[in-house]
């Protein structure tokens, strides 16, 4: 029904950045140890990306559709917990650009970016679920673009950096319309 648009767009939004994520991976692990560091680095951001989509759409999906609680996860520290994922899974992948022979750093990354996906979602509550995907969609349009980057893919590029910004507009003016900050969305926990 036309009330579940925005759990099927969820959707579609984690199998297409499920994609783009496996894609890099494997592109990693056919150039390793041979690649440069710009690649590497395009590589490792579009992979942290990725996956991050992936586990972020499949929980906001899960939430819309009432298959988990719509309620924000908040316990003591939780912001700082999640950033500290997400700074692992960082620095995990300018490890891999510093020693690209390193391919044991890609999937211990690969996991800290599907815990930092997983926990910034199911910190948010249901109600903003809509503008999550929004920017969960910039963010698989950002890795899309990057992978273009690495494949010399020049539709992926403009393709991928359109839906990027589109996603990321679109979050900025739900947000306005809301009346709440970009970054009340994403750390606020309304609902708690």
Do not use: W
């Amino acid at each position: 029904p036309m009330t579940a648009v925005p759990q099927r767009t969820a959707m579609s939004h984690a199998f297409g950045s499920l994609a783009v994520a496996l894609i890099g991976t494997a592109e990693y692990y056919q150039l390793a140890p041979n690649i440069d560091a710009f690649t590497t680095a395009v590589l490792a951001m579009e992979m942290i990306l990725g996956y991050v989509t992936f586990t972020g759409s499949v929980i906001a999906f899960a939430k819309l559709q009432e298959l988990i609680s719509g309620k924000p996860l908040i316990y003591p520290g939780r912001n700082f917990i999640t950033l500290i994922v997400l700074a692992l899974a960082v620095g995990l992948g300018i490890a891999l650009v510093i020693n690209p022979a390193q391919s044991v750093l890609l999937p211990i990354m690969a996991v800290f970016a599907l815990g930092f996906g997983f926990l910034m979602v199911m910190g948010i509550g249901g109600a903003d679920m809509p503008t999550v995907i929004a920017i969960l969609n910039s963010y698989a349009g950002l890795s899309a673009a990057a992978l273009g980057f690495v494949l010399n893919n020049k539709l992926l590029i403009v393709a991928g950096t359109l839906d990027g910004s589109s996603g990321l507009i679109l979050a900025i003016l739900m947000c306005k319309a809301m009346n709440r900050s970009f970054l009340n969305v994403l750390f606020g926990g309304v609902g708690a």
